[in-house]
T-cell receptor, first 114, second 111 residues
């Protein structure tokens, strides 16, 4: 069974641009969560989707948005990029709706904003 | 919302010694407490988890203990090996809530 796949692995963008990251969950998993990982802030929750609906949202500005498609693949978009958005963006998928079940992480997309 | 604090942020041990990482949480409704290991440049991977109806769980050299009353849980690694060197994250949640992570502990095992 293939694991969680994130594309692209690396991105370099210029301040003010926008970016879209993709996450394909493990086959059969319908829950996808997104996290931002930085050296100073650790793993910060962005949002979580289940069956194409956003169920939880973290404390990030509206420049960060996401969606989930009917095949459970998810995308997150960051508009008007800032230098501080440079981070590793991880997604995780779950087999079940309940958040208190194992989450499987992808390898992440490393975003660098210059 | 949930708040998870993790200590220490850095831990250095000699190979063969034990390592203990501690976490506290704030939401008494939290009932699931996973621990993730993240090696350099790799994805976080679940190494052990515990639910609130259990006080302790072991898996070979790794154990986790939970004190619901005090709202803290700990990861214990015995007979540490160089390959245990990584960043470890604790987390807490309940069924409808987002998974909240601690700040991470960088464990270094010196051969």
């Amino acid at each position: 069974k293939a694991g969680v796949t994130q594309t692209p692995r690396y991105l370099i963008k210029t301040r003010g641009q926008q970016v879209t990251l993709s996450c394909s969950p493990i086959s059969g998993h319908r829950s996808v969560s997104w996290y931002q990982q930085t050296p100073g802030q650790g793993l910060q929750f962005l949002f979580e989707y289940f069956s194409e609906t956003q169920r939880n949202k973290g404390n990030f500005p509206g420049r960060f948005s996401g969606r989930q498609f009917s095949n459970s693949r998810s995308e997150m978009n960051v508009s008007t990029l800032e230098l501080g958005d440079s981070a590793l963006y991880l997604c995780a998928s779950r087999a079940f709706r309940e958040m208190n079940t194992e989450a499987f992480f992808g390898q992440g997309t490393r975003l660098t904003v210059v | 919302g949930e708040n998870v604090e993790q200590h220490p942020s850095t831990l250095s041990v000699q190979e063969g010694d034990s390592a203990v990482i501690k976490c506290t949480y704030s939401d008494s409704a939290s009932n699931y407490f996973p621990w993730y290991k993240q090696e350099l440049g790799k994805r976080p991977q679940l190494i052990i988890d515990i639910r609130s109806n259990v006080g302790e769980k072991k898996d070979q050299r790794i154990a986790v203990t939970l004190n619901k009353t005090a709202k803290h849980f700990s990861l214990h690694i015995t007979e540490t090996q160089p390959e245990d060197s990584a960043v470890y994250f604790c987390a807490a949640t309940h069924s409808g809530n987002m998974l909240t992570f601690g700040g991470g502990t960088r464990l270094m095992v010196k051969p």
